[in-house]
């Protein structure tokens, strides 16, 4: 790296992962030095907490960073080089209603997948704008690493919205799952691993798997994923456990059901909302779902932990870590900046790298990152079955965004009606009519 350092803000800072984060890039200082860190947020009072308990953390060890916490556009975005985005538009109550909505219609209720994804589509796209808009006003130079979910659907709005602007839409499910297939392979650093991969965000498939010297990890790694899925890849080194809460457990043990399907490629753990949505659906509790479970878990823990750090006055023995795998941000934005020409799983612009699929599409394949953006790695033709699915499943997240654009009611009742997880256009229309009561003030008007 040269001497520069770097200005950045996080959208978000009120989020359950800004900790995590802001400390990572204090850990990441040596390869990726920072002078300047401004949390923006347009919760205050949410806001507030995460950002006093860092401030006091940011004191006591890097009082050479200077820390601001904002509500205001202009001074999160002005001068800057970075904008790491985590926005979760209606926060956990909305997500609640994305979950429970579907649910009460024996449809499964998640995060992004099916009706829920969809309904947080609609109140993402807008806010996930509105920052692109104020970096561009006020620091026109630099870019925007974006993991607010949904990324499929925000990525094709901004390639619909915004299609020369500095964004980079990326998530962190195949890194997780690149961890994960390194700890069955007995190899340390995920980023030994060459792979092969294509799909859409959250619906995607490994297809080649290399060591650093070129050996082939597939045959090892299949065997794995034949007898317990994901689970062999959990690391149980201390501090580097992801996940213990036991939906996620559930689910990376499922992923051996959905390998069965393709023996011949390594599946996204999501793909289980599209091939077993009724499994899901008798496996979830309706009045108890992944969002009530976050709120229980992961918010009282980080909420928590910052109170007590302003309550002390000192940040130390408080218990907060770096997100030691959320390095791969620091990782992109080396690249970008510094020119490294590495590789990333990135939602990008099909335009031809997976030839026998519409080029239009937002698709996630790798990519080489350097100083002037991307360039993709041409994937090839894929299967009958995943030009299947992917084609219906593009089609949805096309239309979701046709409807946020046009405010078609029409739309949005065709994109439910066409995802794998709704059975019927009349189980369609009921949780669209359920999610425009909830998403009113947040989803354009619908006519
Ligand atoms: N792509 C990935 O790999 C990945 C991984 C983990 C989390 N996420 C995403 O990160 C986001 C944050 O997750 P979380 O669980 O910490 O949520 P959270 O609710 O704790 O935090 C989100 C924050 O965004 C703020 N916010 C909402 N709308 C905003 C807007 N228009 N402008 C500015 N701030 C706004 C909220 O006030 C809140 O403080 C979600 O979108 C989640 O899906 C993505
Ligand atoms: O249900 P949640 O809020 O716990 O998680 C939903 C997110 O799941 C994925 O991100 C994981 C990541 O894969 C894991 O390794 C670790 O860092 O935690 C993340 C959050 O749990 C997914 O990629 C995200 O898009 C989801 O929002
Ligand atoms: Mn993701």
Redesign the pocket.
């Known amino acids: 790296m040269s001497k520069k350092s770097y200005a950045v803000t996080i ?8 900790p995590g984060i802001a400390l990572m890039l204090l850990e990441e200082h040596d390869r990726f030095p920072v002078n300047k860190i401004t949390f ?4 205050a009072e ?2 507030e907490i ?1 950002a006093k308990a860092c401030e006091i953390y940011f004191r006591e060890n890097a009082p050479e960073i200077e820390f601001n916490y904002t ?1 205001d556009p202009e001074t999160a975005f002005t001068g800057i080089d970075f904008v790491l ?8 109550a909305m ?1 609640e209603k994305d979950e429970k909505i579907p649910l009460k219609y024996g449809v499964l209720g998640q ?2 997948c099916g009706p829920g994804g969809i309904a ?1 589509g609609m ?2 796209i ?3 704008i ?2 692109l808009d104020y970096m561009e006003k006020w620091s026109p130079d630099a870019w925007m690493l ?6 499929a659907i925000v990525a094709e709005a901004c390639r619909v919205l915004r299609p020369n602007s500095k964004i980079i ?5 195949p ?1 997780d799952l690149m961890d994960k297939m390194a700890v069955m392979c007995g190899i340390k650093d995920r980023r030994e691993l060459q792979y092969s991969y294509y799909g859409l ?1 959250h619906y995607g498939w490994f297809t080649r798997i290399y060591d650093k010297d070129g050996n082939d990890l597939m045959p090892e790694i299949k065997k794995h994923m034949a007898k317990n899925g994901y689970l062999d890849g959990i690391s149980h080194e201390p501090g580097q456990e992801q996940h213990i809460d036991e939906s996620w457990v559930h689910t990376f043990g499922k992923a051996k059901d959905v390998y069965a399907l393709d023996p011949e490629t390594i599946p996204n753990t999501y793909l289980k909302y599209y091939i077993f949505p009724d499994y899901v659906v008798e496996t979830s509790d309706p009045n108890y779902t992944r969002a009530n479970e ?1 709120m229980d878990g ?2 009282k823990r ?1 909420f928590g932990a910052c109170r007590e750090v302003i309550e002390k006055g000192t940040a130390e023995g408080c218990g907060f870590e770096a997100d030691a795998h959320a390095t791969y941000i620091v990782d992109l934005a080396c690249a970008l900046a510094e020119n490294t020409m590495e590789r990333f799983l990135l939602i990008v612009p099909n335009d031809g790298a997976v030839s026998n699929f519409d080029p239009t599409a937002m698709v996630e394949v790798p990519c080489i990152v350097g100083k002037n953006g991307y360039e993709k790695i041409c994937q090839g033709q894929v299967p009958q079955w995943q030009k299947g699915m992917l084609e219906q499943q593009v089609s949805v997240e096309k239309l979701v965004v046709q409807a946020w654009v046009e405010h078609s009611y029409q739309k949005l009742w065709q994109a439910l009606s066409l995802s794998a997880t709704v059975p019927s256009a009349k189980v369609a229309k009921l949780i669209l009519d359920d999610l425009i009561e909830a998403n009113k003030g947040y989803w354009p008007e619908l006519h």
Do not use: L, W
Request: hydrophobic share 25%.
């Open positions: 959208a978000g800072g009120g989020s359950t992962f800004t923006y947020d347009n919760d949410r806001q995460v509500t985005a985590h926005i979760r538009v209606g926060k956990y997500r995060e992004t947080y109140r993402s807008g806010g996930v509105e920052i974006n993991y607010s979910n949904p990324a839409n990326i998530c962190d499910m890194i965000n976050v992961r918010e980080v």
